[in-house]
């Protein structure tokens, strides 16, 4: 079935540090492709998205780009800051339905 | 504009107990989900509601169950509940018919089962 492969935190940097946060899946056909943050204590955010292969999502200084080559899509951020710390999901939309299928999550924690 | 509001936010329940949780989808919006996470896990989808009915179910047993009202809002009900039942519980929801719109979540329901 469809999975969701994330790299394992957490992920300790300092401020303006550069982020790269691995995501990996394994799908048939071609899914919607997202990234949702989640602060402590709340719920899921959205934070960007990529609906077809070479799109790029972005968002507040985040990107990601759909690569089918290698069913990956990696978040990354040029500079991060101490207001980004969070965890971090990588999912996939499946099916005709669209349910999601998440990764386990990356915690990020940014140090001034 | 309100987001997706569920309801309660903590919940503690005694095993086998049942509980039931609600959820108020965002306006416009007439698809919603539910999704149960773990402490440090990603979250497991649960089912999805359209049109009142039940469109696809995930990896859970019987003992979940749910319903959508008219007004597009959506409970979720587990009976006999275990420890392991203890999580977070997501509600989301999105337009019908915007696969690739990206699903908007609430802040959750806390269930501890004790």
């Known amino acids: ?112 | 504009d309100a987001g997706v509001t569920q309801s309660p936010t903590h919940l503690i329940k005694t095993r086998g107990q049942q509980v039931t949780l609600r959820c108020s989808p965002k306006s416009g919006h007439d698809t919603v989900s539910w999704y149960q996470q773990a402490l440090g896990q990603g979250p497991q989808f649960i089912f999805q509601y359209y049109e009142e009915e039940e469109r696809q179910r995930g990896n859970f047993p019987d003992r979940f169950s749910g319903h959508q009202f008219p007004n597009y809002s959506s409970e979720l009900n587990v009976n006999a509940l275990l420890l392991g039942d203890s999580a977070l519980y997501l509600c989301a929801s999105r337009p019908s018919g915007y696969l690739n719109y990206g699903y908007t979540f609430g802040s959750g329901t806390r269930l501890t089962v004790v």
């Open chain 1, 1 to 112: 079935g469809d999975s969701v492969t994330q790299m394992e935190g957490p992920v300790t940097l300092s401020e303006e540090a550069f982020l790269t946060i691995n995501c990996t899946y394994t799908a048939t056909g071609y899914p919607s492709l997202f990234w949702y943050v989640q602060y402590p204590g709340e719920g899921l955010q959205l934070l960007l998205k990529a609906t077809k292969a070479d799109d790029k999502g972005s968002n507040k200084g985040f990107e990601a780009t759909y690569r089918k080559e290698t069913t990956s899509f990696h978040l990354e951020k040029g500079s991060v800051q101490v207001s980004d710390s969070a965890v971090y999901f990588c999912a996939l939309g499946s099916g005709n339905t669209g349910k999601l299928i998440f990764g386990q999550g990356t915690t990020l924690q940014v140090k001034p």
